[in-house]
């Protein structure tokens, strides 16, 4: 089982539109989690972290769901600017290193 | 400097031929991980340093590559007698603080084998 996983989309949805990102991870250990996005294999940007239960930046909030193993993103009133792929990323507690998921395409549409 | 510098920018070898990337972390940043990009967006954890000192490298093909990070000098990763499936960006990301605390990302080299 890979240690993150993620759903591929793609996500096609129009401006304005709320859409939300699942991700799940194996290591009930894990204690830092990280959404970043990036753009046409540029470089990966970190969105937000996601340190406690959540936060929320602007129209993005981020969840952590620890008894079920799983962080959201929400991204209210998207906007073309949005249309990246969004990495959900978890660092295991004891490893030193990021794990990754594959990443979630999401296409925002005039 | 403010953001993670990474040279070159593209590099191309044949099979067979050395490759050599460089990085620079942001200024202040202890930590620097190395990662691999492939396909699909899948990403590999390579090596990392505390200061020039080797955090883990348990990502590391060692028959072939090699990293360094010494004072006052770029990091750098080397890839000895390359291969096709090494094909791939390379990312360096650097942090203040360790693993669990944000990883800022340069902008990465392609590397080409042909």
């Known amino acids: 089982r890979k240690e993150v996983e993620q759903d591929p989309g793609p996500f096609n949805v129009p401006e304005g539109a709320t859409v939300a990102f699942n991700c799940t991870y194996s290591n009930s250990a894990s204690q830092s989690f990280f959404w970043y996005r990036q753009d046409c294999r540029k470089e990966p940007k970190l969105l937000m972290s996601v340190y406690s239960s959540g936060n929320e930046d602007g129209r993005f909030t981020a969840q952590l769901n620890r008894a079920s193993q799983y962080i959201s993103l929400l991204i209210r009133d998207s906007k073309l600017s949005d249309s990246a792929t969004y990495l959900c990323?978890?660092?295991?507690?004891?490893?030193?290193?990021?794990?990754f998921g594959t990443g979630t395409r999401l296409t925002v549409i005039p | 400097g403010e953001e993670v510098a990474q040279t070159p920018k593209h590099l191309v070898r044949g099979e067979g031929q050395k490759a050599k990337l460089y990085c620079a972390p942001i200024?202040?940043?202890?930590?620097v991980f190395w990662y691999q990009q492939v396909l699909k967006n899948e990403f590999k954890f390579l090596i990392s340093?505390?200061?020039?000192?080797?955090?883990?490298e348990t990502g590391m093909p060692k028959e072939r590559f090699s990293a360094k990070c010494l004072p006052n000098s770029p990091c750098s990763l080397e890839i000895q007698a390359t291969k096709l499936e090494d094909s791939a960006v390379y990312f360096c990301a650097s942090s203040q603080f360790g693993n669990s605390y944000e990883q800022y990302f340069g902008p990465g080299t392609r590397l080409t084998v042909t």
């Open positions: 990323v978890v660092a295991p507690t004891g490893a030193n290193n990021l794990f």
């Open positions: 340093f505390q200061n020039e000192n080797v955090f883990d």
């Open positions: 200024k202040g940043h202890s930590y």
